[in-house]
């Protein structure tokens, strides 16, 4: 599975769009980009995933480069209960969990 | 999406007895389970893979005898920690593969957290 970078936290003001980045330069042609998040101990939630083209469902959308490098996860009206550290993975086969981003929304 | 439920929540037991957890898709038939576990501050870590009507695969590192799984059916695996020790404190979550074609998904449980004493 290819190597995904994150940033390790961010900050978001509730009520705005939360932008979470995601690089994944080593990406291959078969493998999805998946994004969960995980709520203080909690086991994690699946939001969202594609392949090469932009996806929306009611939870956020998900923006993949041209060349699938990079993806970026939207929340379009952030919440408190958005607060939490969101993974993302590219996955041929197993889900494996780097480091994350510990997003904050704050009042 | 898909549930998957585990039971216990929470358990606390004392040092060299084994505890069992169990993993369950309430609504969907999963022929692959994974087990996962996540120390204070840490992501989560797979540990192994599990196959129903199969023996399950163990990631580098992880002990197989002291982490026994089964996966007897297709809407349950469990996870049984044999003598276990306070090192093996620790939050472990299940997941489930839920299969369409490529696009498969994965649906997590709400974990474990177990405390050795």
């Known amino acids: 599975d290819a190597k995904t970078t994150q940033p390790p936290s961010m900050d978001c003001a509730e009520g705005r769009a939360a932008n979470l980045p995601c690089n994944h330069s080593?990406?291959?042609?078969?493998?999805?980009v998946y994004w969960y998040r995980q709520i203080h101990s909690q086991g994690p939630q699946y939001i969202i995933h594609?392949?090469?083209n932009n996806e929306t469902n009611e939870m956020a959308s998900l923006i993949i480069t041209e060349d699938r490098k990079s993806s970026t996860l939207i929340l379009p009206h952030a919440t408190l209960r958005d607060t939490a550290v969101y993974y993302c993975?590219?996955?041929?086969?197993?889900?494996?969990f780097g480091a994350g981003t510990r997003l904050t929304v704050k009042p | 999406g898909a549930v998957v439920s585990q039971h216990p929540s929470r358990v606390i037991c004392k040092s060299g007895t084994s505890v069992k957890i169990e993993c369950r898709s309430l609504?969907?038939?999963?022929?692959?389970m994974f087990w996962y576990r996540q120390f204070p501050k840490q992501s989560l870590m797979l540990m192994a893979t599990?196959?129903?009507?199969?023996?399950?695969?163990?990631e580098q590192g992880v002990e197989k005898d002291k982490f026994l799984i089964n996966h007897a059916s297709l809407t349950l695996s469990t996870l049984t920690v044999t003598s276990a020790h306070p090192e093996d404190s620790s939050f472990y979550i299940c997941?489930?593969?839920?299969?369409?074609?490529?696009?498969?998904?994965?649906?997590f449980g709400p974990g474990t957290r177990l405390t050795v004493l």
């Open positions: 997941s489930a593969r839920v299969p369409a074609g490529g696009r498969d998904t994965q649906y």
């Open positions: 594609g392949l090469k």
């Open positions: 080593t990406i291959s042609g078969n493998e999805y």
């Open positions: 609504d969907f038939q999963a022929t692959t």
């Open positions: 993975i590219v996955r041929g086969g197993d889900m494996r």
């Open positions: 599990s196959n129903e009507g199969s023996k399950a695969t163990y």
